[in-house]
């Protein structure tokens, strides 16, 4: 895998004030934000770089079980507790997966938002009696979770019966608090851990992520392999061999000297939107507090040079975009060379679909930095468990040094908790009438302009 950020620089954009010196120069600052955060790690305030190295054994095992024992899974989280989660299936799998005979394993769903439709549809579509369920939160209070599992619950027992139901649901909680963590303790769930010095976003490596992978049939250790060797990347001190010091920098510095505030990372193979959607939680989760912090968005290529490339190099230019450039897919489909008479069809003829792919993204790179628009671009050999580890290890390193570059905390998430309460107290949970009245007082306040047809 490999970082290429000429492009993203004063010498081969042709202009801006991030030149190679000034992001030399920024070494300083990012040897300090790397000091800061060694020190929490090794005071066990920060847990994601520990995880390639925990014991996997147990998560292994029951995802074993899982994968021999069941026809479905249906993972129920929302937020860190099932992008990452997502992300792997969408990049290792694929959308053919469920569909395919040959899959060795349950169908996988993921059960985050409380759309009725989609909660019903899931439940229609996995036979209980064949299905496991696995709840992840951490917290075990988000509401959208917890009404999701109570929903199963109810349609597990009605189906299998009380006993048998605690054996088709795992919890993957924290160790000691939390609703799902009580229940395990009072009615015999099987639970396995998120650790409790790792947050959501971050938790991709622990069972959270790993779980479902192993139920998915992946090499969950390539993946620990690939983050680990991302990880001993990631702690030398220079922009020369370390990723996260130049993802991290390049960002920073375009967005406090060129008032770039907006992040794209655009993934020119649909099996790694996903992982941008991963990146967009944790760029803007981890970073958008105390009014600093980028706008993450996602885009793929080439669908969304038809819908976002004339505003990129044309409209304001507040935006860095970060290329993710795949050399070779997993499967490849040449192009026919047919009516050769015709100019506008016949150049394509005898290239690939990727080869046509990999030219838009040069294309577009190229048209942004006429245009003055950085770019990263970031080069994945091929889409396996391994780049899957570097690329979640360098991105959450990237995002926990940018928190201490912003002098902000990455790790928590104050504007999401405030909306949690906020829904509790709307959803009559005792302890927060408060906080449900004053919703409703600001809600009232819409009605000051409004127009009806
Ligand atoms: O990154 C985070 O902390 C959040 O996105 C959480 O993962 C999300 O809010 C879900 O929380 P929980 O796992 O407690 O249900």
């Not at 392999?225 to 001993?232: K, M, N, Q, V």
Request: net charge neutral; with cysteine.
């Amino acid at each position: 895998m490999r970082i290429s950020y000429g492009l993203a620089l004063q010498e081969g954009l042709g202009q801006g004030r991030v030149s190679r010196k000034v992001l030399e120069d920024f070494s300083y600052q990012l040897e300090k934000a790397q000091g800061r955060l060694e020190d929490l790690r090794a005071r066990g305030k920060v847990g994601f770089m520990d995880l390639p190295f925990k014991d996997t054994g147990p998560i292994l095992e029951m995802g074993k079980k899982i994968r021999r024992g069941f026809q479905h899974f249906v993972l129920i989280g929302i937020g860190g507790s099932s992008l990452g989660a997502e992300t792997l299936f969408h990049a290792l799998k694929g959308p053919l997966y469920n569909s395919n005979p040959h899959r060795g394993g349950p169908t996988f769903h993921v059960m985050d938002n409380v759309d009725p439709v989609k909660t019903a549809e899931i439940l229609e579509e996995t036979n209980s009696a064949k299905t496991c369920f696995c709840v992840v939160s951490k917290s075990g209070s988000t509401a959208e979770s917890m009404a999701n599992f109570l929903i199963t619950l109810e349609v597990l027992e009605a189906a299998v019966g009380r006993d048998q139901a605690r054996k088709q649901v795992v919890f993957i909680t924290d160790p000691e608090k939390g609703a799902l963590r009580e229940l395990a303790r009072e009615e015999g769930f099987q639970a396995l851990e998120v650790p409790p010095n790792v947050g959501g976003r971050f938790s991709v490596l622990s069972a959270v992520g790993l779980l479902p992978a192993a139920v998915l049939g992946l090499d969950v250790k390539a993946l620990l392999a690939g983050a680990a060797r991302a990880l001993e990347a990631c702690k030398t001190r220079s922009l020369e061999t370390n990723p996260a010091w130049v993802i991290a920098a390049l960002h920073y510095l375009h967005h406090t000297l060129e008032g770039r505030s907006i992040s794209v990372m655009m993934a020119y193979h649909e099996r790694l939107a996903t992982f941008a959607d991963w990146y967009r939680q944790l760029w803007a989760e981890s970073l958008g507090k105390e009014g600093q912090g980028q706008t993450p968005i996602k885009a793929v290529g080439a669908v969304d040079q038809h819908s976002q490339i004339q505003l990129y190099n044309d409209g304001p230019k507040d935006k860095i975009i970060t290329f993710l450039h795949v050399e070779e897919f997993a499967k490849e489909v040449e192009i026919p060379s047919l009516y050769p008479e015709k100019p506008s069809l016949s150049y394509l003829g005898g290239h690939t679909l990727g080869g046509l792919l990999n030219n838009e993204l040069i294309g577009t790179a190229a048209a942004l930095a006429k245009n003055g628009v950085p770019s990263l671009v970031v080069t994945i050999p091929q889409v396996n468990e391994e780049v899957m580890g570097k690329l979640f290890m360098v991105y959450e390193m990237a995002t926990a040094l940018s928190g201490h570059l912003y002098g902000i905390n990455p790790f928590d998430q104050p504007g999401v908790e405030e909306g949690k309460k906020l829904t509790y107290g709307l959803m009559g949970r005792q302890g927060f009438e408060d906080k449900g009245k004053e919703a409703r007082e600001i809600w009232k306040k819409r009605k000051a302009g409004e127009v009806a047809l």
